[in-house]
C-alpha cells in the first residue's frame, strides 16, 4: 500500500555571482545535478533525460528510497530550465523550472519551481504524519541543492 504526497517549492535567492558565471551550471547539467543532496546516482536516458535515485529519505524507523526520472530543456539566452517527469519511471514525477535574471553585475537571482508527487509505500493512515514529513525532506533537498551549487562553483 502507498500513499500520493503532492510536493510544491518555490524558491527565489539572490546568489553573489554574476549572470554568466551562474548561467554555466547550464552548460552540463550532470555535474550540476550531482550537487543535489542524497543523490546516490543520476542515469543518462538519453536526449536530456536523467533517472534520479535518491538515498533513502526520512525518519530512520521509516526510511524511504525516492527515484524518479526527468526530461530537460535548456534555454540558456533566456536563464532558463525547465524539466518534465518521465512518465513511468520511478516512485515520484518531478517536473519545474529555473529561471536565472541578471540583478546586476555581480549578483544573479535564482528562482526555482518545482512541483510533484512522490508515491510513499506506507499505509493512508499515515498519510497525515507522512505527507509533510515527505513535503520537509523534499524541500530540505532543494535548499541543500543551491546551498551545495554556491559552496562549489560560485
Known sequence: MSIAVDIHRDKREVIAAG???VATLMDDLPATLAHF???DALDPLGSD???WKLA???PVTHRIRIDFATAFKVERHKGEIHFEPVKGLGSAAIG???H????????TQVQMTIKGRVHVP????LKPIAAPIVAREFNGLVDGFVANLQRAHL
Not at 506506507?122 to 493512515?125: C, E, G, P, V, Y
Open 96 to 98: 519545474g523550472r529555473i
Open 37 to 39: 543532496p542524497s543523490l
Open 19 to 21: 549572470f554568466d558565471r
Open 56 to 58: 533513502p529519505l526520512g
Open 122 to 125: 506506507i499505509s493512508f493512515l
Open 49 to 51: 533525460r536523467y533517472h
Open 100 to 107: 536565472l535574471a541578471p540583478v546586476d553585475g555581480a549578483r
